[in-house]
């Protein structure tokens, strides 16, 4: 597969030039680590017309992503594998399992330093936060990504994916968990966000900023993340071939039971509620939920703001209805810690547990 135009070869040209002066070719006891890249695809591996926003998400595959940066193999020996080749609103559990075996698979060996994984934006933050509670091992596993795909004028996936595979070659990166690296900035899987739709400056973490900086392959870390992850995680999904059923619903004025029925008509084994605020909701919705907490189903409060925490018991009573507060997690994550939960229990008291744990 060619690499699309010729605007993407100047591109690529420009990109080699500017860090072909910064790369230091060492790693561990001066020699390269070995990192292995798995590609989903994204916007990072898209391709169209460069003179317009619409392209297609996973069009090239990994040889074609290592090949546009050429000075990369000087901070690593490479190895690409291709788990899928979609865009990521279409990710799933099925990949997510896929993924995390075969980075469990290759964490254990000891010719693998590191891996990075490709993937697209929009649900880079659900994938990087399932792997931060299922891998296992403290190796560096950093996801990656791009705003503008892979043929446009100034592409960010390039320098975006040197700069991971440069934090993932760093002896320092071990025992930080999963990490998301787009636009300079390291971040926490657990933490980040992605915040606008378009922008380069998308992902950040609202309650606690980046753990690190990365700018050409030179790195500056900051405080490592605080919370239970990789190899101190008690969740496994080794031999796993379904994750329970968990449905998200947003809160919002005037809202009824309607969505919630449905949910839980249609299999849910648990509930994410998008709150208002602090995670709060019309009484017909907490009036529904309680009666679904009888029935057996885990309900999660969480927020749909962007900051802040839901605190236990605060507005809503907690240990009254049965409800489990997500403190700082978002939705989506919730979501992703709910489904790991219910492996192992359907008690709030214990998912609450986890949820103040992780």
Partial sequence: MQYCSALTRVAVLAVALMLGDNVSGQGVSGQRPHITILA?????????????????????????????????????????EQIASIGSQDMNDRVWLDLATRANQLLASSD?????????????????????????????????????????????????????????????????GVMVVLNDEIHAARNVTKTNTTSLQTFVSPNRG????????KLTWFTPPDKRHTSKSEFSVAGVKELPRVDIIYAHSNMDHDL??????????????????????????????????KNGIVVVRASRLERGMVLRNNEVDDDKMGFVAAGEINAPKSRVLLQLAL????????????????
């Fill in 40 to 80: 989903t695809g994204g916007t990072i591996a898209g391709s169209g017309d460069a003179n317009k926003y619409s392209y297609k998400a996973g069009a090239l595959d990994v040889d074609d992503l290592i090949k546009a940066v050429p000075p990369i193999k000087d901070l690593a020996e490479l190895k690409g």
């Fill in 112 to 176: 693998v330093q590191g891996i990075v994984v490709t993937h697209g934006t929009d649900t880079m933050e659900e994938t990087a936060y399932f792997l931060n509670l299922v891998i296992k091992s403290d190796k560096p596993v950093v996801l990656v990504g791009s705003m503008r795909p892979a043929t446009a004028i100034s592409a960010d996936g390039p320098g975006n994916l040197y700069d991971a595979v440069a934090a993932a070659a760093d002896p320092n990166a071990r025992g930080r």
């Fill in 210 to 217: 980046p753990i690190g900086l990365v700018h050409t392959a």
């Fill in 260 to 293: 919630i029925d449905a949910a839980v008509k249609s299999g849910a084994k648990g509930l994410v509620i998008a709150g208002v605020g602090d995670g709060n909701m019309s009484k017909a919705a907490l009036d529904t939920l309680a009666t679904a907490v």
């Fill in 343 to 358: 492996m192992k229990t359907h008690d709030p008291a214990q998912v609450q547990k986890m949820f103040d744990d992780y």
